[in-house]
Structure formats: structure tokens, C-alpha cells
């Protein structure tokens, strides 16, 4: 059921506590406390406001959306493989072949990479914090203005509306119907009311009333700083790239510990080196090829591209893998308010009496009018404000709108009293034959999902009771008796625009959906029905939640064969995610109430609307800054681009790492010369993988994701990687064979010009289907491999290749051997996987 407007009145006497005989106290305010010259209504003067600000006594925290640039530099820059990589390159100046050095310039290419694209998605993520950060309304120098919650000072006097966050912990000095949801601080979710002297917390919700509180803890001391703090620390995304990328990079690093040491006693053995500078440079090579240099540098900067392209769309990524997560989601719980519906309510009709007089239908306007122009107007009154905008009746007194009553109440002059309500609170028992007529069509329109509000009046006041004005609380004010109902008034929810189109594309995509609402299941249902939710053909198929079992797995059971839940409590959400994820699923939740903050924590991902509460924000790892539902389906494809394409980019890395590592155990076997140098590894690194890959994981890609990244990765690299490892030793061995003068520079001559041309075919099978700038990508790492060996400075002066016809040709015929292999390898194998997608 709506919310009334928080405008109802009471007869003279019936007011709010502290109020005179207007109902609107002393000031015209209606707070508790709030006197001309109280406490309540004194702020702080700009000179103990600067006092503060200069003792550290403010509401600022250091909650960074990004690591500083220090922290960021650090990062990319203090690695273990950066760390290895320039110890082997400082190893291999001491041999005198300046050449094979320039691997070092791999290690400044891939850390200023970084730190620009990482300081470029800094820059935007904090720009877009900034225009989403909260404000207050802070009383300073009796005069209220609306500042940067981080610019609250302690001892500040601020003032709570309807729908605004308490940003700081303090107590009570005024209230005019003032109730706070704290079910994100203790778990209950009936609100609770807050006169003078009571104590508040930071990110709790004022859900009705209005009022004024002292700010006590601000900043660090605050509430809302240590639940912040509580669910950043307990609420890390767990990315299957990020995991697996790290698996891989443990085993390696394990095999480069093993393998090093026989290497080195290899190499310094082998009849092919004729010196030590020939077993060093060897070795290095070795190592060099095992270290994936560009692969976690590849993953992050993927995963900041689609950041920084998430974020023009209005789309806030706090940690870099939610949008990886969001492609493997399979189940959303949605939020209905402010989520499938703007959050707001508009007015949809008004219900009469059949055979209503005009003058009384005058008279129903005129109530109505005097309602929705109320001192603290909430979404009801908002609504009704909008086509009742005119009274000439004067109210002598109100009651505010309470959750706990679901009435407000207002008095008049002339003209009586005026109950505002849910039918079933303002009529809670027998009502006459009159009223009775006007319920029955009120419970047919709920039926159909509708919100339904009464309006009654009597000539008789409400009951005060007996206790003094400032020791009653406002929602002990009882009915008026004879009561008549004089009209109906339906709202609507706006529904949004976008909200069909959206939940069609996740059910073409396979994912399941649920609506859960602390909302009437039928108006819940209703809504469902409107946005044509999959598997919902009637508003009465919605589930009351109070009837769902509290065994997780009966749980799960009943969430198999429904879609949609009303009346749901926050513990509940939370239960229904846990449900869900004992299944197997993986669960996103979107709200942007305080009571979704939980559930939006424990679900595998979180996004929370913009103008949602500032606490489901922060636990949230997505905000849709707008409010548009519509762009999920953007994130979906940013996460399924990230996913298929650092998948390519991780087969090519690996399969160097494999040839490397196959080369290193053979050499070790066989006591022969490693067959690359670091500079022609460097090479074929940069034409086979770094280059291609970076293009290759920026670009679109729309393929489905599958489970096994890992499994799957490991799968091709693993038997490319030996074929590829196999040719090489191959080609070094044949060409010594056929070739007597060839020696060691001439066997490595053949062994990379091999390894070039099964690594580009390699690069051919792991870019389809092909479009033009796949093509065009291709081709253009061909032709730079044939300038290079074409032009003698080139191949000789810098790569260390000594060319013949002979070995060219021995080694293209080798390479495509290889990479016939490969290609009947990969097509089974990649087969699989399209399958599966």
C-alpha cells in the first residue's frame, strides 16, 4: 500500500507535541523542540564551523574510489616478473650483445601502458564519485543550505527530510513525525520513531516525518565510516579471469624455480656454447620465454578500457572484475521500486460514490488539496500535489503521516475532519452500509494490484488521551470515530521506460529473473505483468513472502517455480540470495533501498541505482548513475567482450610460455645450446602475441560466456605449445645437420623464423571468424616479420638472424608443418567451446 502524504490532520489539541493551537507550533515548523529561541533551531556560526574544520573535526573521509597515483606507479612498476625480468636484463649487458637486452624495453612499455590507462580510468571513476556524492542540509547561522556531506562539522545542527541518509551520528533536538529505518544497522525492519534525545546513526533512512538532529560523531567516529569500511572489506568480487590468471602465474613461477638451476648446469655444459657468455645469454633466453610478461598487465588494462567505456555510459565500476562477473550472472534478483518503476508514484484515478452530489465531490477536491500541501510532503502528497494544487480551506491542525498508523489525519475550520489512509487501517473494523459499498470496490481494484488509499470524514476530532502534549507521542493519536468514506483515490507506479526491453534481453540470453519486493505481492505482480516478466500471466501468481519457509533449501525449492514475491523483508533477501547461490547460481541483485543494502552485499554482484541510499551505493560493485535499468545489458556485453577476448590473449601468452618451457627440458635433456636469443624471443613476442594480443582484447566480442576459463586456456596452449616447442629444436637440429657452417647462430636463425611462422598461424586460428581488422591485423604482423628478414641491418644488425635461401626455406617448410598441427589441434578444440557458448 502507497504511503499517504505525511499531511493528515487532527483537531485542535490533537497536534503534535509542543505545538500551539494552530498545529504548526510556535516557529510554523511542527517540530518537537523546535522553539524561536531553542536549541533545535541554533546552527553553528561561520567562525566555530572554521574552528572545526581546522581541529579535524569534519565529516571527511579518505574513501577513494581508485588507488592514489603513488599506489598506482607502485603497483605496476614493483612486480616479481618486473623485478626478474630486469635482473636478467642487467645479467645479459654483462655478455656484450646489446641486442638481446631490449627485452628490457618490454618491462617500460608494459608499466607506462599501465599507469596511463590506469590513471586515465582514475581520473573518470573519481569524477563521476564527485558528481555522485550525497549532500546535507546543515542550519548554520540560522539559515539552512545544502553542502557536501564531507562538509559537515561536529556540532553541526542539520535537518532530515523525508528520503534523506542520515550522514553522521548525533541526537534528536526536533521531530515532527520523524521515523528512521535502521534496518541496515540491526536487521529489523519496522521503523523506528525519533523524538528529542533520542540518539541517530549514520545510514540509517528517514522513511517518514521530518526533524532536526546535533551531529555527535562525524567522520571517522561515524557509523556510516565503519559500516563503509565493513562491507569493502568483507565484499571482494570473484573474478574466474583474475583467479585463473593467478593460478597460472603461481604454476609458472614454481616451474621457473624448478627449471632455472638444471638450465644454467645445462647450458654451461653444452658442446654448442663455445663460451660462458653464449650459457648466460641461453639461460636468459629460457627464462625470458617463461615469463608472461604482458599477461596480468593485458587483464587489468581490459578490465579499465571497459571501465572507462561503462562509465560514459553513466555506469560506475567500483572494482574493475564486476563487469567480468555480471557476463557470467544467471539469475538477477530485481528490486521492484526503483528498479522496474521510477521509485515515484503518480495519480491514476479517483473512485466516488455512485450518485455523489457535486458540492460533496467539491468538497472531496478541497480535502485532497489541503492534504497534498502539507509541511512535509512525501511521494503521496507529491503525487496529489500535482493535480489538486488548490484550497480555499484553512487546516487548523494535522497528523503527519506514520508507517505504524498508515494514516494521516487533517482539520479544518468549517468543514470537519479528514482521515488520509490505507483502507484497512482507517476502517479496522465493521464500517456502515455507506462506506462499506465504496471498501468492497477499493479490495477489487487491489486485486488487480492497484494502490488504493481511502479518504473518510467525520464531524467528531480524534482522542488526544489524556497525557500532555509534549509527552505524547504522535502516533498514539487514535481515530476519530464515524468515520464515512468519501472517496477512493488509486495511484500508479511509473514504470520505466526501458524496463521491458531490458528483461527481454536477459531472457533471450538464458538468464532467470526474479522480482522481490517489500511491496503488496498483487501491486508487485501487477507491475511484473506490465513490464512482461517471463513466466508471470496474472498479478495473483505473486508469492507472499510471509509464507516462504525459512529452510534455505525449501527455500531454493519454492524460488524454482515463481518469479515474483511481495511483502519481503530485507532478512529475507538476503535468504533468497544464499537460496539461490546453493543452487549453483550466480546471482546479481539490483535495488536502491537501504533495506536491499545487505542482499546487494552478500550477491555475487551488486549494482545499485544512482539516486538510490547512499549505504546500498557503497556495497554496491556497479551504480547506474542515471537510474537506467537499461544500461545492464551494455555491462553485460563489456563483460562478455572481456571474458572471450583476454581468453584469446591468454592462449597466445601461454602458448609462449609452453614452447619456452618445452625448449628448456629438451635442451636440459639433451645438453644442447638454447635455440633463441632473448632479442629474437623479444621478437617473436612482440609480432605473435604482445602487439596482436592488446588489439585482440580491445576488440568486440559478442560470444556467450562458458564456464572453464582456465580448463580451457590450458587445453590449446599446452599441445600448441609443445608442437610449436618441437619445430624449433627441430629446425635448429635439421639445419646443423644439413648446413655444417651454420652453427648456433644459424640453428637459431631457422628455429625462430619456424616459431614466427606457427605462432602467426596460431594468431590466424585464435582471431576468428575473421573480420576486415582481424585481416588486416594478421597481415600486417606478416609483413612486418618479411621486412625484417629482408632487410640484412634488420635481421642480421639487430635480431642476431643470419638468413640464407636454405634456412628460410627450412624453416617456413618446418613452421607450417607446425602449424597444420595446430590448426587440426584448435579446430577441435575450439569446436568444444563454441559449442558450449
Not at 542540509?137 to 527530510?161: K, M, N, P, S, Y
Not at 625448449?663 to 645438453?671: P, Q, R
Request: charged share 20%; aromatic share 4%; hydrophobic share 50%.
Amino acid at each position: 500500500m502507497a504511503e499517504p502524504p505525511a499531511t493528515g490532520t487532527v483537531p485542535p489539541g490533537a497536534g503534535p507535541p509542543g505545538a500551539g493551537p494552530t498545529g504548526t507550533g510556535p516557529t510554523g515548523t511542527g517540530l518537537i523542540g523546535a522553539g524561536p529561541s531553542g536549541p533545535a533551531e541554533l546552527g553553528l556560526t561561520a567562525t566555530e564551523v572554521a574552528e572545526r574544520v581546522a581541529a579535524g573535526r569534519t565529516n571527511a573521509v579518505d574513501a577513494q574510489t581508485s588507488r592514489s597515483i603513488g599506489q598506482i606507479i607502485r603497483a605496476n612498476v614493483v612486480t616479481p616478473f618486473n623485478g626478474l625480468l630486469t635482473l636478467l636484463f642487467l645479467i645479459i649487458l654483462a655478455t656484450g650483445r646489446w641486442q638481446n637486452g631490449l627485452f628490457g624495453l618490454v618491462i617500460v612499455a608494459n608499466t607506462a601502458i599501465g599507469v596511463f590507462q590506469e590513471v586515465r580510468a582514475k581520473r573518470t571513476l573519481d569524477r563521476l564519485a564527485v558528481l555522485n556524492a550525497p549532500r546535507a542540509h546543515v542550519v548554520r547561522d540560522e539559515t539552512t543550505t545544502d553542502i557536501d556531506v564531507a562538509g559537515v562539522v561536529a556540532d553541526d545542527l542539520l535537518e532530515l527530510r523525508s528520503g534523506d541518509q542520515v550522514c553522521a551520528d548525533g541526537t534528536v533536538t526536533a521531530s515532527a513525525g520523524l521515523e528512521i529505518d535502521e534496518s541496515l544497522l540491526t536487521g529489523e525492519s519496522d521503523p523506528v520513531p525519533k523524538g528529542p534525545g533520542d540518539h541517530v546513526r549514520s545510514g540509517s533512512i528517514v522513511i517518514a516525518g521530518s526533524g532536526r538532529f546535533r551531529a555527535t560523531g562525524v567522520g571517522p567516529d561515524s557509523y556510516a565510516t565503519r559500516l563503509t569500511a565493513e562491507a569493502r572489506r568483507f565484499t571482494v568480487v570473484r573474478s574466474e579471469l583474475v583467479a585463473g590468471t593467478n593460478r597460472l602465474l603461481r604454476w609458472i613461477s614454481l616451474m621457473m624455480v624448478v627449471v632455472a638451476p638444471v638450465l644454467v648446469w645445462s647450458q654451461f655444459r653444452s658442446v654448442d656454447t663455445s663460451g660462458w657468455n653464449e650459457a648466460v645469454t641461453g639461460t636468459v633466453a629460457a627464462l625470458v620465454g617463461m615469463v608472461p610478461e604482458g599477461l596480468v598487465l593485458l587483464t587489468s588494462l581490459a578490465f579499465m578500457v571497459a571501465t572507462i567505456s561503462l562509465a560514459r555510459k553513466q555506469t560506475l565500476v567500483q572494482e574493475l572484475p564486476a563487469v567480468e562477473v555480471l557476463a557470467r550472472v544467471d539469475m538477477v534478483c530485481l528490486d521492484k521500486t526503483g528498479t522496474l518503476t521510477h521509485g515515484d508514484i503518480v495519480y491514476d484515478r479517483l473512485v466516488l460514490p455512485d450518485g455523489i452530489e457535486p458540492a460533496d465531490e467539491a468538497g472531496v477536491r478541497q480535502a485532497l488539496a489541503l492534504c497534498a500541501c502539507g509541511p512535509d510532503r512525501n511521494a503521496t502528497a507529491t503525487a496529489l500535489g500535482a493535480v489538486f494544487t488548490e484550497t480555499v480551506w484553512t487546516a487548523t491542525d494535522r497528523v503527519p503521516f506514520s508507517s505504524a498508523r498508515k494514516w494521516s489525519a487533517v482539520s479544518t475550520e468549517f468543514n470537519g475532519t479528514w482521515v488520509f489512509g490505507a483502507p484497512e487501517m482507517v476502517f479496522p473494523g465493521e464500517p456502515d452500509a455507506g462506506s462499506g459499498l465504496l471498501l468492497d470496490r477499493a479490495l477489487a481494484i487491489a486485486a488487480e494490484g492497484r494502490r488504493v488509499l481511502v479518504l473518510a470524514a467525520t464531524d467528531t476530532v480524534p482522542d488526544p488521551g489524556d497525557s500532555a502534549p509534549e509527552d505524547r507521542e504522535q502516533h498514539e493519536v487514535t481515530l476519530p470515530p464515524d468515520l464515512v468514506a468519501q472517496a477512493l483515490v488509486v495511484l500508479a507506479e511509473r514504470v520505466r521506460e526501458d524496463a521491458a526491453d531490458t528483461l527481454r534481453y536477459f531472457a533471450e540470453q538464458g538468464v532467470a529473473l526474479k522480482v522481490i519486493s517489500g511491496d503488496n505481492p498483487r501491486t508487485v505482480g501487477a507491475v511484473a505483468m506490465a513490464v512482461g516478466l517471463p513466466g508471470i500471466t496474472s498479478a495473483t501468481e505473486a508469492i507472499d513472502a510471509r509464507t516462504l519457509p525459512e529452510d534455505p533449501d525449501a527455500l531454493a525449492d519454492v524460488l524454482a517455480g515463481a518469479a515474483v514475491f511481495g511483502r519481503v523483508t530485507p532478512q529475507q533477501k538476503r535468504a533468497i540470495v544464499g537460496a539461490l547461490q546453493r543452487r549453483g547460481h550466480v546471482v546479481a541483485m539490483t535495488g536502491d533501498g537501504v533495506n536491499d543494502a545487505m542482499a546487494l552485499k552478500d550477491a555475487d554482484i551488486g549494482v545499485a541505482m544512482g539516486n538510490g541510499a547512499a549505504a546500498t551505493r557503497a556495497v554496491a560493485q556497479l551504480v547506474l548513475l542515471d537510474g537506467k535499468f537499461s544500461h545492464l545489458p551494455d555491462v553485460v556485453a563489456e563483460g562478455r567482450r572481456v571474458i572471450a577476448n583476454i581468453e584469446r590473449a591468454a592462449n597466445l601468452f601461454l602458448v609462449k610460455n609452453m614452447y619456452s618451457l618445452v625448449l628448456a627440458l629438451i635442451v636440459v635433456v639433451t645438453a644442447t645450446a638454447y635455440p633463441l636469443a632473448p632479442i629474437q624471443l623479444t621478437l617473436i613476442s612482440t609480432v605473435t602475441i604482445g602487439i596482436p594480443g592488446f588489439v585482440l582484447a580491445l576488440g568486440p566480442n559478442r560470444r556467450r560466456y562458458v564456464p572453464g576459463f582456465l580448463r580451457r586456456v590450458l587445453r590449446l596452449s599446452v599441445p600448441t605449445g609443445l608442437v610449436i616447442g618441437v619445430a624449433a629444436f627441430a629446425g635448429d637440429r635439421v639445419v646443423r645437420a644439413i648446413d655444417p657452417t651454420a652453427g648456433l647462430a644459424g640453428g637459431q636463425t631457422v628455429a625462430t623464423v619456424a616459431v614466427l611462422v606457427a605462432s602467426l598461424w596460431t594468431l590466424t586460428l585464435l582471431a576468428r571468424p575473421f573480420t576486415a581488422w582481424k585481416a588486416g591485423l594478421v597481415a600486417a604482423m606478416a609483413l612486418v616479420v618479411g621486412v625484417i628478414l629482408a632487410v640484412p641491418a634488420l635481421a642480421h644488425g639487430v635480431f642476431l638472424l643470419e638468413v640464407t635461401w636454405l634456412r628460410l626455406g627450412l624453416a617456413v617448410g618446418i613452421g607450417l608443418v607446425a602449424g597444420l598441427i595446430v590448426e587440426l589441434v584448435g579446430r577441435v578444440i575450439l569446436r568444444d567451446v563454441e559449442r558450449a557458448a
